[in-house]
């Protein structure tokens, strides 16, 4: 009767504290996922400079992700995915990548 009565307890409070868990561990994982996808301090996009064909995105040093998020969402607004054809370094740490929208 006493097992009975402690695997009940432990059944219904472990339903709880598990829930409570996979929520908590939901919602970081969430805002994780949503700090991953900003840019920087301000969280803006390089701009582009383009058409629905494609366009140049300048980027600077350690900065080349901002740069391809920037060229998928360029090509996102006309139902295309971005490729990028070219990658050309300056000499001030910075430089101009070049894709395509197919």
Same mark, same amino acid.
């Given at each position: 009767?006493? %097992? ?8 219904? =409070?472990?339903?709880?504290? *598990?829930?409570?868990?996979?929520? =908590?561990? &939901?919602? *970081?994982? &969430? ?5 991953? +996808?900003? !840019? +920087?301090? !301000? +969280?803006?996009?390089?701009?582009? !400079? ?6 140049? *995105?300048?980027?600077?040093? +350690? ?6 998020? #920037? &060229? ?5 607004? *006309? ?5 990028? !054809?070219?990658?050309?370094?300056? #000499? %001030? ?10």
């Amino acid at each position: 009767m006493a %097992e009975l009565v402690v695997s009940r307890r432990l059944q219904i =409070s472990g339903r709880g504290f *598990v829930g409570r868990r996979l929520r =908590s561990i &939901a919602l *970081v994982a &969430a805002l994780a996922l949503d700090l991953a +996808g900003c !840019t +920087g301090s !301000t +969280g803006t996009l390089p701009s582009v !400079t383009g058409n629905e064909q494609g366009g140049k *995105v300048p980027y600077a040093e +350690g900065a080349i992700p901002a740069a391809m998020d #920037a &060229a998928k969402a360029h090509c996102g607004q *006309v139902n295309k995915k971005a490729q990028i !054809t070219q990658m050309s370094p300056a #000499a %001030e740490g910075g430089g101009v990548v070049g894709f395509q929208c197919r």
